[in-house]
């Protein structure tokens, strides 16, 4: 790994205050600056290029920690949970047809009239759909 991400990575975990393990380290790098929202399943089959006796149950931790710090966000759509890389404030449309998951960036006029007085600690909007891929094939 080029070690000025290394680094980057290192200090990601760093920040989190979590330990810097080389699996660890490999999950941000596999999934820096990606579009991808992938399960854990995913992410155990990819790290398990790199590391072939990798349990599904580390792999599990990992995201789950992840998660839990900040460095990633969970999405509660469909069966399983995806994961999210990019912590950013976004949207994201999921196509019903082939199951896709598409960002949707948010301009800063947005407006919700929330109740008074509450405070929000997390927004998840989902838009659900079918994606340009799906519409274009149909026309065929
Ligand atoms: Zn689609
Ligand atoms: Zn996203």
Not at 84 to 91: E, K, N, Q, R
Not at 111 to 137: A, M, S, T
Request: charged fraction near 30%.
């Amino acid at each position: 790994m080029n070690k000025k991400l290394l680094n980057k990575y290192a200090e990601r975990l760093k920040a989190a205050e979590l330990k810097i393990t080389p699996q660890r380290l490999e999950v941000l790098r596999l999934y820096d600056n990606s579009m991808l929202h992938p399960t854990a399943d995913e992410v155990w089959r990819r790290l398990r290029r790199k590391f072939p006796s990798i349990s599904k149950a580390t792999v599990y931790n990992i995201l789950e920690i992840f998660a839990e710090r900040g460095i990633i966000s969970t999405m509660d759509i469909g069966k399983e949970a995806h994961f999210d890389f990019d912590t950013s404030f976004h949207a994201h449309f999921i196509c019903n047809r082939c199951g896709k998951i598409y960002d949707v960036k948010i301009d800063e006029n947005l407006h919700f009239c929330l109740p008074e007085e509450h405070r929000v600690e997390n927004i998840k909007i989902y838009f659900y759909g079918i994606c340009k891929n799906c519409l274009d094939r149909e026309k065929k």
